[in-house]
């Protein structure tokens, strides 16, 4: 089908579309959440690297990141038009993640990225154990200074695994 607009107008409609995220992943991974009895979530959470989901008290960033926009190869779609476009896009993408994982574990921040496929699938299930695990195993996060019996070697010693 032959479209409307000629290719500079739809270039510029596209444009203004704003992501409004990646809602149904989201919404799957939040009913994930309440299945396991997993609490102390934000959404929305206005904060470096603009995570899905963040657990303030535990120092924990969460995204739900869509296999497509991401770059991931699940399922081996490619864009048959405007290839470059694309390749850069994601690419950028990844770029992006990849920064902001650094900045959020340099400002001693856990970070966990679900893939879109993951989610409904068993390898998703051992990220949400891991998930329920850290909550589990290690006290809501204090400053150094506020740490006691052993506390911040413990931390210390977190922080090391998660990067490893």
Not at 33 to 43: D, E, H, P, Q, T
Not at 141 to 163: D, I, S, T, V, W
């Amino acid at each position: 089908m032959a479209d409307c607009f000629s290719k500079e107008t739809r270039s510029a409609v596209m444009r203004a579309v704003k992501s409004s995220g990646n809602k149904s992943t989201e919404l799957r991974l939040i009913s994930i959440f309440k299945a396991k009895g997993i609490k102390g979530w934000r959404r929305n959470h206005k904060f470096v690297g603009n995570p899905d989901f963040v657990f303030p008290k535990y120092r924990i960033a969460v995204f739900a990141d869509g296999c497509f926009w991401h770059g991931h190869n699940c399922r081996n779609t490619k864009p048959s038009s405007n290839k470059d476009f694309w390749k850069r896009k994601i690419l950028k993408n990844s770029k992006r993640d990849k920064k902001n994982n650094s900045l959020l574990l340099s400002k001693s921040w856990r970070v966990i990225r679900f893939w879109e496929c993951e989610i409904s699938k068993k390898s998703g299930n051992r990220k949400i154990t891991k998930l329920a695990k850290m909550l589990d195993a290690f006290p809501p996060f204090l400053p150094p200074m506020q740490q006691k019996n052993g506390a911040a070697q413990m931390y210390q010693k977190m922080k090391r695994e998660m990067r490893g």
